[in-house]
């Protein structure tokens, strides 16, 4: 049964650190939520931001600053776009890479070992997202799936969120993109959440800078169901579930929390059972 929140201090005390999704958690692609900023300014153990971003932590930080969100709630980032970066150095997907991408994503290539060219003499695939997100959609880009395919070529995912809301605004993420590569017969490959390596890479960043912390005393926040909270049931680590974001149209909110027969229903639906579950971080 999921505990239902209608604040993060009443359960803060039982944790040392925290593990915390970016988009409709903390901020919604436009500015930040500042319940959420006061509510990790607030607490009282380590904040490690969990992203599904494709771009690597120091773009993730660039990115938050112009958004306004404050450095000083946060000690460190683990991405999606980190853990990729390293399996494409270690030479998954080929030496020659076709981008699937817009050029704001180009940073994930900085300090790679890989050449970009075009599909046609590429070894495998990076995909960080679709080119203009804004008006496209997987069913954009048949042919250059069905190609890729064909030629036996791997998609690596830079960030395997199917979408999330900029505003008001839903857009397809680089998840949508591998999702159709998989369903057409192609091989695609993970890091982000809710996938093994960036839980490790989030474990090793913040033994960086508490030691070792107890893996029971960790806390996983996010929105996605699919990717934040599978991605902690799967390492075993507590988590709290944000319903006004991906799945606020399913749960609504009664007197400022989610709504216990929506949540049952929504959680019996997606066959998963967050530890915790509050409206919105605050």
């Not at 009443?10 to 925290?18: F, G, R, V």
């Not at 683990?78 to 998954?92: I, M, P, T, V, Y």
């Not at 960036?198 to 090793?204: E, F, G, P, Q, R």
């Not at 033994?207 to 070792?212: F, S």
């Amino acid at each position: 049964m999921t505990r239902i929140l209608g604040n993060l201090s009443e359960i803060s005390a039982d944790y040392d650190a925290l593990f915390v999704d970016l988009w409709g958690c903390l901020h919604n692609g436009i500015a930040p939520f500042p319940d959420a900023i006061a509510a990790l300014r607030n607490f009282q153990g380590h904040v490690i931001l969990l992203t599904n971003s494709p771009r690597p932590r120091d773009g993730v930080r660039e990115q938050l600053d112009a958004l306004g969100v404050p450095r000083e709630i946060y000690h460190d980032i683990a991405s999606s776009g980190d853990a990729a970066r390293e399996a494409l150095n270690a030479g998954l997907v080929g030496q020659k890479v076709y981008h699937l991408g817009p050029e704001r994503d180009l940073g994930f290539f900085e300090g790679a070992n890989v050449a970009r060219v075009p599909l046609e003499d590429a070894e495998g695939i990076v995909c960080t997202g679709l080119f203009d997100d804004r008006s496209e959609s997987p069913e954009d880009y048949r042919l250059t799936i069905r190609t890729g395919v064909n030629r036996g070529l791997k998609l690596l995912c830079a960030n395997p969120d199917i979408f999330v809301d900029v505003g008001e605004t839903r857009i397809y993420c680089a998840g949508a993109l591998a999702q159709a590569y998989t369903e057409a017969g192609g091989e695609s490959l993970y890091f982000g959440k809710p996938h093994v390596p960036i839980y490790n890479l989030a474990l090793d960043r913040l033994a960086a800078l508490a030691g070792k912390v107890d893996p029971d005393r960790i806390l996983c926040i996010g929105d996605g169901i699919h990717t934040d909270i599978q991605g902690a049931v799967a390492e075993g680590m507590d988590n709290l579930f944000i319903t006004g974001g991906l799945a606020a149209d399913r749960i609504p909110v009664v007197n400022g929390k989610p709504d216990p027969g929506a949540l049952d229903a929504y959680c019996a639906d997606v066959q998963l059972t967050p530890t915790f579950a509050i409206s919105r971080l605050k």
